[in-house]
DNA sequence: TTGAAAGCGCTAACAA
DNA sequence: TTGTTAGCGCTTTCAA
């Protein structure tokens, strides 16, 4: 059983709200011979308040919840280390909540995020293309959490918090731009989820990088994936069979999938094919062939979010809801060539 | 302002008690009518309980801890959604505690995880070679949570739980003998951190192997990473310097940094050099010459974890401490050949 | 400077 | 079948 205020206080023969008042770090109005007795008691039973009877009454925890879809994307994990590393330093702890990509259970569990007793909520789900009616109920799920709520994409949710978002359309455009530069006029685009959010995105960037060029948008030359390495894997012999001279992969992963059946097929890269990825995660520069790619500053972004996410958390003056954009820069490696 | 069971209570015109009763999954002596109107409202209201309240007097909250090193090792990032997937399709969420390389720290987080309220502890960190008395301050701290802990190591710790294993020393065995059996003598190892113990073990599989083959130990041939990628990067051009001719790497990731590395000096794998890695993750697969590493049944693993931490959690007869093991396999791919 | 007491939202023993 | 009540561990008035 663990100590309790009030074996101190029996210890220390005093009150057990002198106890509270003399561990509170708050203006004590407890003599300085009582609370350093009652500090010394407390260290010696090595005493841990017991957080579910402080935020009981505080109406508020030293948790924070988080929302995503698949940290096994070195994208996500290095974001999500990041925020927890700032958070962590402040006696917060991250609760993780993944998700599959399916809107019904996303307020399910919801309900179940804010039965948690989270003090802020961080959601760095893909957001999808949803329906008025999943967003005026997903936004009032939100509502009722009551708390500061962060997003990685623009959800138009009506609590205090920032929209983190990220100029994917302007990444398409500078991938795609960077192939026509280079002379190739059949670009193929292996894409991720047709219903996220940042997938329509990109593929914005893209067609106006084409349109920009006069080259016709030609939707054949777009495949679906979901951002899996995997599914770069599976549509490579699709987009080959377009006869495209270079391919713009929406992340990076699918693009490790592109090389990996290219090797299969025996088709170069860059010689028969270019390719562009998204992310720049730490592998894309080990392949033989290190991948050209669009870069995401993911270690200032998830810093941003974890100090955000506590100076949400403990200002008391209420800052509404902000925006905060991020760009992104290509980087030129070895996939791509002129043609 | 949440809606309380009091609200509900007021609303139904019955006590707090019936509601709570009613709304319990536990056999109800409620009447079915009552029930039902509580279930009702309840439900109008989107009434969610208040976990503080809940687990301040069940002493037992819906929230596991787990603590790692590094999420961003998609060996560890696997883990744990696999953990999380078992976990949370029972009303269960991880709290995450992520720890740097210092046996002072970890007391002082598990004072923090301790204060967190948690049902069990699951203890995914590297273990570390402990001083006897750092290692008694561990347990200490470990018995004081009071709770079941699970570990991916052997730490001995004296409270209910399971030690899962994996049997490393066996993998480094088997990743050196191939290599001999390809006809290779001078076999480098690029090490991970000295003072882990899976280092150590894998280490000991290593020179059994060579033992084994008459090919004596060579100290001058280890030399010891952080297993990065960044650190297989920096130590390629260290233990090329000693004519080897193959390289068994601890991990992956610093595999992948020799890759790279090799790339940038014009070495060729596997026709100037053989490497092995360790952990089998997805893009061991990609690489132009797809990695041979030593593959762990991750999935299997968190599997088992997610499973039994529930088990430790919900079953009342105590189970004590047990060991489980899992079993390395040769996946042979293409950087390794014969000489 | 300190203590008594109320109350946070909920559960469970005991009474009715 | 339902209500009353005590209490989980803590904070915070208010009174001494």
Request: net charge positive; charged share 25%.
């Amino acid at each position: 059983m663990q100590v309790t205020i009030k074996d101190i206080a029996r210890e220390c023969g005093v009150s057990v709200a002198t106890v509270s008042m003399a561990l509170s770090s708050k203006k004590t109005r407890v003599s300085e011979k009582t609370k350093a007795k009652v500090i010394e008691v407390a260290r010696k039973y090595n005493y841990q308040p017991n957080n579910a009877a402080v935020s009981l009454v505080n109406k508020k925890s030293k948790l924070i919840g988080i929302v995503f879809n698949d940290l096994r994307n070195t994208h996500i994990s290095s974001l999500f280390m990041e925020i927890n590393n700032v958070v962590e330093k402040r006696g917060y702890s991250l609760v993780c909540h993944i998700i599959e990509d399916d809107g019904a259970v996303e307020c399910d569990l919801l309900r179940n995020v804010g039965a948690g007793n989270i003090s802020a909520l961080i959601w760095a789900k893909s957001l999808e293309k949803y329906t008025n009616e999943e967003k005026k109920k997903l936004n009032d799920a939100i509502l009722q959490l009551d708390v500061p709520v962060m997003t990685m994409d623009n959800y138009g949710f009506a609590c205090e918090g920032t929209d983190v978002v990220f100029d994917y359309r302007q990444g398409g455009y500078i991938a795609t731009k960077h192939l026509i530069d280079y002379g190739h006029r059949r670009i193929g685009c292996v894409a991720g989820k047709k219903n996220y959010q940042v997938t329509q995105e990109r593929l914005e960037g893209y067609k106006m990088a084409l349109q920009e060029a006069g080259i016709s948008y030609d939707e054949k030359l777009v495949v679906y994936g979901d951002y899996t390495m995997n599914s770069g894997y599976m549509l490579f012999s699709y987009i080959m069979g377009k006869k495209v001279t270079a391919i713009f992969s929406m992340n990076d992963e699918m693009a490790f999938g592109i090389y990996r059946a290219a090797r299969m097929y025996g088709v170069s890269i860059p010689e028969e094919v270019s390719v562009v990825g998204f992310d720049n995660v730490p592998f894309a520069d080990v392949m033989q062939v290190p991948l050209t790619t669009i870069g995401i500053p993911v270690e200032e972004i998830g810093k941003y979010i974890g100090e955000r996410t506590m100076e949400l958390i403990e200002c008391t003056e209420k800052k509404g809801r902000n925006v905060r954009e991020y760009k992104p820069q290509l980087l030129l490696r070895g996939s791509t060539r002129k043609i």
